[in-house]
C-alpha cells in the first residue's frame, strides 16, 4: 500500500507543478488553490508512504514522479517540445526510480 500511496503522491506533486504553471505567479485562484490541495495531498500520501519505505528511496522517487509527470503534461498539455533528448531523459529516471524501488524490496 506504501508503494500506491507513493505512486499517489507522485502524480499530485505533477498537479501541483501544473497548477503552479496556470496559477500565473498565484494571480488566478482557481490553479493557485489546485496548487495548495495538490501538494498538501502529495505530502500527505508521501508521508504516509515513509512509514515503511526509506527517507531517501521514498522522497526520490517521489521527485522523480513528479518531474516526469511534469515534462510529459509540459508536452501534451503546453506544447513544450518533445525532442529525444527529453524524451531520453524522462527514460533515464524512469529507470533510476525502477531500480530504487527493486533496490528497496
Excluded at 500520501?45 to 531517501?56: E, F, N, Y
Excluded at 510529459?72 to 533515464?92: H, K, N, Q, S, T
Amino acid at each position: 500500500m506504501a508503494w500506491l500511496a507513493l505512486f499517489v503522491a507522485g502524480l499530485f506533486e505533477a498537479g501541483m507543478v501544473v497548477g503552479l504553471k496556470l496559477s500565473e505567479g498565484f494571480t488566478r485562484l482557481w490553479p493557485g488553490l489546485l496548487v495548495l490541495v495538490s501538494g498538501g495531498l502529495s505530502f500527505f500520501l508521501l508521508s504516509l508512504a515513509m512509514r515503511t519505505i526509506s527517507a531517501g528511496t521514498a522522497y526520490a522517487i517521489w521527485t522523480a514522479i513528479g518531474a516526469s509527470g511534469a515534462v510529459l503534461v509540459g508536452i501534451l498539455v503546453f506544447g513544450e517540445p518533445a525532442d529525444l533528448l527529453r524524451l531520453g531523459g524522462i527514460a533515464f529516471v524512469l529507470v533510476g526510480v525502477l531500480m530504487l524501488r527493486f533496490a528497496e524490496a
